[in-house]
């Protein structure tokens, strides 16, 4: 999909832009096997499913380095599931396994610190288009998962309110996971994601409130409640990181008991 004479994106998940036929953001996903001559290629973070581009032969590729962690497949999954094994059918996003060996150059696009999603997420800015990569997710995307996938929450929450400034300067604007549209729906998603995460405070908040959870439950809870008839480990495991990135904010009470550690109001 053309947006402009110098850029291109192709639909995947993740979405991969090219610019100027030489610089490449986030070849991963289904986008993996593509022979695309870059001479740099750029990841946003180091999620499995946006790195393969850094395996291929390009003069300068880049990884923010507060996510190094990528480097191998026990960090990988740490910052995925929470830890790592020698093997597991939960480890379902397993996408590469190999190790990463290639040093990481400064490129001359532009960087911007987005992180949440991951320590050392970025967006990049390339003239008139910025690419979010993982900072929001599409509307289906978000409602099907239930929780935005963030290590942090409370940091994606201020990446999230910096990109409705950034997104002033842009013509267009991608994310990695979601449609490609024009500039105004692009927005309307944005705020999308912002009220969508504040409602799940909120939510979460009225769960907790006299009745003592673990992340657990909550995370199942509600995704009984959002309709999800099949939950599976993988899911709730995932799910958990960003709940307890919630809950160990707004709990004023978090103790052990049998069941596990608690958060309540």
Avoid at 104 to 126: C, R, W
Avoid at 155 to 181: M, N, R, V
Wanted: glycine residues 6%; proline residues 3%; neutral net charge.
């Amino acid at each position: 999909m053309k947006l402009s004479k110098n850029v291109e994106v192709i639909p995947g998940s993740p979405n991969t832009l090219i610019y100027d036929d030489r610089v490449v953001i986030d070849q991963g996903g289904k986008n993996s096997d593509l022979n695309i001559n870059a001479e740099v290629q750029l990841a946003t973070h180091g999620h499995m499913d946006h790195i393969a581009g850094l395996f291929k032969n390009a003069k300068i590729k880049f990884l923010p380095k507060e996510d190094y962690w990528s480097l191998n497949i026990i960090g990988r999954r740490a910052i995925t599931y929470g830890f790592s094994a020698k093997n597991s059918s939960i480890f379902t996003y397993d996408l590469i396994k190999e190790e990463l060996k290639d040093e990481f150059h400064d490129s001359e696009v532009e960087k911007i610190k987005l992180p949440g999603h991951t320590p050392g997420h970025v967006a990049y800015k390339i003239g008139n288009v910025l690419y979010c990569g993982d900072a929001f997710f599409g509307q289906k995307v978000l409602e099907s998962f239930v929780f935005p996938f963030y290590t942090d929450f409370w940091a994606a929450q201020d990446s999230l309110d910096k990109l409705k400034e950034l997104t002033k300067s842009a013509d267009f604007i991608i994310i990695s996971h979601g449609p490609i549209y024009k500039k105004e729906k692009m927005i309307e998603i944005l705020n999308f994601n912002i009220n969508y995460n504040k409602k799940l405070v909120e939510e979460i908040k009225d769960m907790i409130r006299g009745n003592p959870m673990t992340a657990e439950e909550v995370v199942i809870r509600l995704m009984i409640k959002r309709g999800k008839n099949e939950i599976n480990p993988t899911s709730v495991i995932l799910n958990e990181i960003t709940a307890k990135s919630i809950l160990s904010e707004v709990a004023k009470n978090i103790k052990v008991e049998n069941k596990g550690v608690t958060f309540e109001i």
